[in-house]
C-alpha cells in the first residue's frame, strides 16, 4: 500500500523559508514523476513543482526562481526548498506520483505579512 507522509510545513514570516519533505512508504519516488500541489483556502489544488524521472523539472510560473524541488533516490523521499516565501504561498502542500490516486495527508503552511 502507498503512503506518503509530507512535513516541514510551519509559519513564517514574508521572506522566510521553509523545507518540505515527502516520505514514501514503497520505492515510488524513483520510478515516477512526482509532484508538489497546493490548495489554498477557498481554492483548488493546484500544481506548484514536479521532477520527472530522469530529473528534469517544472515550475508554476509563481513559484519559479524561489521554489525548488528535489529528490533522494536512495530515501525514497521527495523535498520542496521554499524561499522568499509571500503570503500567498499559504496552503495546504501534498505530494503525490504524478497522475496516481494517491496523496498524502498534506502538509500546512502559512507566511505571514
Known amino acids: 500500500q502507498v503512503q506518503l507522509v509530507e512535513s516541514g510545513g510551519g509559519l513564517v514570516q514574508a521572506g522566510g523559508s521553509l523545507r518540505l519533505s515527502c516520505a514514501a512508504s514503497?520505492?515510488?519516488?524513483?520510478?515516477?514523476?512526482m509532484g508538489w500541489y497546493r490548495q489554498a483556502p477557498g481554492k483548488q489544488r493546484e500544481l506548484v513543482a514536479d521532477i520527472a524521472t530522469g530529473g528534469s523539472t517544472n515550475y508554476a510560473d509563481s513559484v519559479k526562481g524561489r521554489f525548488t524541488i528535489s529528490r533522494d533516490n536512495a530515501k525514497n523521499t521527495m523535498y520542496l526548498q521554499m524561499n522568499s516565501l509571500k503570503p500567498e504561498d499559504t496552503g495546504v502542500y501534498y505530494c503525490?506520483?504524478?497522475?496516481?490516486?494517491?496523496w498524502g495527508q498534506g502538509t500546512q503552511v502559512t507566511v505571514s505579512s
Open positions: 503525490q506520483p504524478v497522475g496516481s490516486a494517491y
Open positions: 514503497i520505492i515510488i519516488v524513483r520510478l515516477n514523476k
